[in-house]
């Protein structure tokens, strides 16, 4: 199996040898023993699913959602320095099932500053998992957009009965926010026990760019954790305890910026054999305290004007599965649950009559049951089958307006928002079906096809059902509009074919992938028909009529793939490359946010204790854009990147870059747009990348 390389490359890659001195990630031993192929930043692929080596950003970017640029089909949704949204395949949000140290992550922040994958800072990440294509129906309750999970670091049980030492330091720094970042674990194990204690440290102020600052953009956070195991002949337990604690964070994309995120993570975890049968149980529970201001990092908006919003999300879950031996294959059975529960209430610090109780009570439950069987159909077909059923129960209390019942146009409208809501019955249940078929067959010893089908549901999110006043509370959308949900909506359903290569030698790999998926009830924002609402969206400042979540139909189809080649012992090349066309079917227009083509493409020199990698970036302009959203289109580009790794000791590695050589001016059509005055990017102007950032960092291990 090949080590998937980050592969990079521009023509300039030999004009640089000044350039060699940046250390790299793998060596030449590494790259031809047994005849693998091994690439800088390695991503490997095991299983449909592909494991990014943190070595290359650990410790330089505080968000480890950049890693998911290394991924064929995936992509970030950025609102802030520690706000990156997953996106594959188009799909972005609660579509995309993530894990974090294995649990479901309760987000505290109604517009999701706090993203699931914000709650592993990047001093503390050992790696992040994307599965490729369909995602098994065990590897989730929901998981219609795919499935990925992050991990962070944890020392391995010993292998004698005396406590043997093992730790990690991370060190880093870069130019383009003045960041430093720091981080350790240290931890004893023996064959039985394992204990360890973590803690990381992250600063920044705010992003340059070719063009002046991005304000507010700095971000603040720590993290704690410990963590026991204990190892008994086939029998394994695990308990861990997080904490991070997020201060003065911006968010331009977005109306408010984080005042502070506060979340605690308690699980615990079974592994073992009860004979013959492989059993496996968690229990998790998360607790996040979120505040968000408009006035702290930006401007103050004026008297009447400051907004605090504070919001809580709870979250509890389990899992118990047990595996087997059958018909030749393996046969999983397992039921799983979590229960969440989110309040959020706006507040004016000058004025203290002023409140609205936005959300109150939203509990979004779910309890599921599966059954997933893997192996060999015949003498030459490989297969994975599964089904799940879910139960989705949601429910949300009642809510207030200081300002409902005011002798204004916008009183009578929120008060009459405001007793619809109430008096409507609140209760939702849904029963989904989910279903996964994956077959794969050697075509020769170098090449095997794979065929996927799929039926995956999602009910919708709690926003998207009990928003109940026109705000831009949407999960991130950070489109610049107000929304109000819908009590009714039905779930969504996606049917989904996939179709992949997967051909390898001793010296090269290429991986292509191409997808079509029709989703009904696509939960989407379309032009409110409720008057009270608009009258209400009217009077905010944005100015403009509401959007109200609607099902409506959608289809989403593409191509990504992974491709490497050994040049010669030293020199290795390869890339990714990714393309989704997302549109509605109801009416002539386009999905919002969706990532145009893209790619990169790099070399690589490999010479033990060093390596130095050349990448560009490259993508495509996108004019596919979503008129209903009110989006612009945006222009393509091209950025060289430069980076590397040396290897001091067994145990001590140096490594550095520059990422935007050129500090060309760039905006991500995926990046969110600008919502905060006294930036030098204007506002509802689409954000622009960072300019040129020049970083180092340092990991000890022992």
Known sequence: MFNRGKTTLTSYC????????????????????????????????????????????????????????????????????????????????????IKVNGITVQEGCSNSMDPPLSFIPGTQLDDIEVIRGIAPVSSGLETLGGTMRATSIRPAFGSGDDMESHGSLRLSGATVNDAGA???????????????????????????????????????????????????????????????????TGTPSLPMDIEVSDADMVSGEYTGYIGAHAVHGQLFYTDVHHKMTNYLLRPDPGVNKKRRNTADGTGSGFRLDVGRMLAGGDLLVGLDGQLAGHDSVITDPDNPMFRVVNFNDA?????????????????DWGSELGLRLNRVRMDAGDISHSMAGMPTPAGAALASLRDAFNGADRSRNDTNLD???????????????????????RSPSYQERYLWVPLEATGGLADGNNYIGDINLDPEVSRQVELALNMESARAYFEPRIFYRDVSD???????????????????????????????????????????VMLTEHWSLGGIASYVRGKRDDISDNLYRIAPLNGTLGLTYAENPWDVTVEGVF???????????????????????????????????LSGGIGNVFDRKYAAHVSGINRAAGSDVALFERVPGEGRNVYLAMQLDW
């Open 435 to 457: 279903w996964v078929a994956r077959f794969t067959r050697p075509l020769s010893s170098a090449t095997e096809f794979e065929i996927g089908l799929a039926r995956k549901t």
């Open 182 to 248: 720091a981080g350790v674990m240290a931890g004893l194990a023996n064959r039985t026990h394992r204990i360890h204690v973590a803690g990381s440290r992250e600063a920044g102020d705010d992003i340059e760019f070719n063009g002046g600052t991005i304000r507010p953009s700095e971000h603040d956070r720590n993290s704690y954790a410990l963590g026991y195991g204990f190892r008994q002949a086939d029998h394994e337990v695990a308990l861990d305890v997080t904490r991070i604690d997020t201060g003065s």
């Open 619 to 653: 993508y495509y302009r996108q004019d596919k854009v979503s008129a209903t959203n009110g989006e612009s289109p945006s222009g393509g580009y091209a950025l060289m990147n430069l980076y590397g790794k040396y290897r001091v000791q067994r145990n001590l590695r």
């Open 14 to 97: 030999l004009l640089i040898p000044c350039m060699v001195f940046l250390p790299a990630a793998a060596s030449a031993e590494e790259a031809t023993r047994l005849g693998t192929v091994t690439v800088t930043g390695e991503i490997i692929e095991e299983d449909n699913s592909y494991q990014l080596d943190t070595e290359e950003v650990a410790g330089i970017a505080p968000d480890a959602a950049t890693l998911l640029h290394k991924v064929p089909g995936a992509n970030i949704n950025r609102n802030g320095a520690l706000t990156g949204i997953a996106q594959y395949r188009g799909l972005f949000g609660d579509r995309v099932n």
């Open 522 to 564: 696509y939960i989407q924002g379309v032009p409110s028909t409720n008057a009270d609402a608009n009258t209400v969206s009217m009077m905010s400042p944005l100015n403009k009529p509401a959007l109200q979540y609607a099902n409506v139909d959608a289809t989403l189809y593409g191509a990504d793939a992974a491709w490497g």
């Open 363 to 379: 509990e979004r439950n779910l309890l599921g049951v599966f059954t997933e069987w893997q192996g060999a159909l015949g003498a």
